[in-house]
């Protein structure tokens, strides 16, 4: 296990460059005084996941905490597991595998077990900023924060409450339960946003599309095949541009 830690009189504002990290989980509130960031292995004595961390660097500049991991050895051969899928990413033997129970077992006998991955913990000042770029971890990020920009290729993304948020995945889910402005977009997942005014545009591919405003809003979704669901509270003047090819649509009038 290892930590970073940062002080500032200003703003913070946490990177958080996790590539290899398969769980990332950010905690923001008022009793918190300085940004700290702890690395440690999903599996205890996982040996990949313990070198990871080991090769795992940080740079502080003015307000800013940049943690950066390095690709994990082990993702070229990594097996995860998605709502009880199995995916191999990619194992390349010059005599071929075969996979038993989820162990890779080259034609030699010899077994490749999968490294179980880094898990990110971060403590921030309520109202930092925070930016995170992953491939397949899942982000929550639990209390208030002022901006929260996300990119990940796979993982599920969960914001709580923010003023600005950017998210973007390929195949997660997007889920802002408290926000004044909102960028959302998966391909195959859905984008849902609890509570939002003043902005919204949201975009998915396959998924599902819900907001709900509660104060006046410019919405905009837009999706090929998902469905979406536009809603506001009583009283609240919410201008609509909402489009589905193929699913169904529910908009304010």
Do not use: C
Not at 15 to 23: D, I
């Amino acid at each position: 296990m290892r930590t970073f830690t940062h002080t500032t009189e200003e703003p913070m504002h946490l990177v958080l460059s996790a590539g290899s990290a398969t769980q990332v989980t950010v905690y923001a509130d008022a009793t918190i005084t300085a940004a700290n960031v702890v690395l440690e292995p999903v599996q205890p004595g996982d040996p990949r996941a313990t070198e990871v961390i080991e090769r795992a660097w940080s740079e502080t500049a003015g307000p800013r905490l940049t943690v950066r991991l390095p690709d994990s050895p082990a993702t070229n051969g990594m097996v995860t597991s998605s709502n009880g899928t199995v995916h191999v990413n990619s194992v390349v033997s010059h005599g071929g595998v075969t996979i038993v129970d989820g162990q890779v077992i080259t034609n030699t006998g010899r077994q490749l077990t999968p490294s179980g991955g880094v898990r990110v913990i971060a403590y921030v000042p309520r109202r930092s900023f925070l930016t995170v770029t992953t491939a397949a971890a899942r982000l929550d990020a639990e209390g208030t924060f002022e901006d929260v920009d996300v990119r990940t290729v796979s993982g599920e993304i969960a914001i709580g409450t923010a003023r600005d948020v950017h998210a973007r995945t390929m195949s997660g889910g997007v889920l802002v339960r408290s926000a004044q402005r909102v960028h959302g977009r998966s391909v195959s997942g859905d984008v849902r946003v609890a509570r939002f005014v003043e902005f919204a545009k949201l975009n998915t591919t396959s998924g599902d599309i819900a907001a709900h405003a509660t104060g006046d809003a410019l919405v905009r979704a837009l999706s090929v095949s998902g469905d979406i669901d536009i809603t506001h509270d009583p009283g609240v003047s919410v201008a609509a541009s909402v489009r589905s090819v193929s699913g169904r649509v529910r908009q304010p009038r």
